[in-house]
């Protein structure tokens, strides 16, 4: 039978019928934008994160534009970020009009490397992105001082720092609820979370065509509005999310249990880390991607280009070796089946076929010496 990379249908299975019995309620209301499913998640979502303020939107990508919108990012400003991240971090600063500047990553935590960020600052530096990479927290005090962090937590939902939410510590996080992520929807969805309340009620501003009334217009906006469909799932999921992340924690540590680790570096497990993905590190990783693929097992390599190589950023000047743990970090990374719900058969299936590629490799290796 085969696994998997991620098996989203598993996590909500047991909930089909609550969940049936929302989305009914949401259609004999006749009520899609705006109404009261979107403002009761949006106030449960703030207490769950422990921040004054909660604005739902379309999705992880408008709450990133949203946010250096309502800072009044533009044109000649510097938003530092990484480049071993997927492409709409980047792209929400390049959508206000200001510059991306890639920053390097630890090669531990492949979050942003604190001190390659601070050799980054420019008098142009309006802004940190800070991504909490595969759920990995980055802790923010970590980075620079006096320059406002905005954190892209669209992977990270439920992870913690010291003890505190990733999303509220920094002038405002991010979240996105594409179905894979660790809170998820039936779609699209995002958050933005402040403590701010004026940057909140910016932000609130710009997602409904910068009106408040449909009526005055008092900004350039966009029409970015989390609905009543996806507010009604994600209000039943809230409930469930810490559960799911203990789950993936648990099975994090099963795949190391299972001997993983004398096969591939494994992620540094820390306390607040809810394993959005499992990403190991191997100096062959399309061997062990085509070995699980014939075995019928999912995987997925992400980032193989970082940002600051791709095509659309080549006038930024980087050139390869400019960031040198990022782009060993897109050579070397895999990620291995993991969900809310794998059983330890198949996660032993897994390592088994890890197992025989690499130790398949080793043995030619030494049979050419």
């Not at 991306?100 to 630890?106: Q, T």
């Amino acid at each position: 039978m085969s696994i998997p990379h991620i098996d989203v249908k598993a996590q909500y299975a047991p909930l089909l019928g609550e969940l049936k019995e929302r989305l009914s309620a949401v259609l004999d209301s006749g009520r899609f934008i705006l109404g009261p499913e979107v403002r009761a998640f949006e106030e449960e979502a703030a207490a769950y994160l422990g921040v004054g303020e909660a604005v739902g939107v379309a999705n992880g990508t408008d709450a990133l534009v949203l946010v250096l919108d309502a800072l009044g990012v533009g044109p000649g400003d510097e938003v530092l970020c990484p480049a071993f991240t997927f492409f709409a971090t980047a792209e929400a600063v390049s959508r206000v009009g200001a510059t991306p500047v890639f920053c390097d990553i630890d090669p531990v935590t492949l979050n942003l490397d604190p001190e390659d960020v601070a050799s980054r600052v420019t008098p142009r530096t309006r802004a940190v992105l800070a991504v909490h990479l595969f759920g990995r927290p980055l802790p923010l005090d970590d980075l620079p001082a006096g320059i406002p962090v905005i954190e892209d937590a669209a992977q990270a939902f439920g992870a913690s720092v010291a003890g505190a939410r990733v999303g509220a510590a920094g002038v405002a996080g991010t979240f996105s609820f594409f179905p894979t992520k660790n809170l998820f929807g039936l779609g699209d969805g995002g958050l933005v979370v402040t403590d701010d309340q004026e940057l909140a009620e910016c932000v609130r501003l710009l997602r409904f065509h910068g009106s408040r009334d449909k009526e005055r217009f008092e900004a350039v906006g966009m029409n970015s509005r989390l609905d009543e469909i996806q507010a009604a799932a994600l209000r039943l999921f809230l409930g469930h999310v810490d559960g799911w992340n203990t789950t993936r924690r648990e099975a994090a540590a099963r795949y190391a249990e299972l001997g993983l680790g004398e096969l591939c570096e494994l992620p540094r497990d820390e306390p607040g880390h809810v394993y959005h993905m499992y990403v190991v590190r191997t100096p062959a990783p399309g061997r062990i991607a085509d070995a699980l693929a014939a075995a019928e097992i999912g995987c997925a390599r992400y980032y193989t280009t970082p940002l600051h190589l791709q095509p659309v950023y080549a006038g930024l000047g980087y050139a390869p070796g400019s960031l040198p743990e990022t782009e060993r970090a897109a050579r070397e990374t895999i990620a291995l089946p993991l969900w809310a719900g794998i059983s330890p058969t198949q996660q032993e299936r897994v390592v088994a076929t890890v197992r025989a590629a690499v130790e398949t490799r080793t043995s030619r290796e030494v049979a050419r010496s």
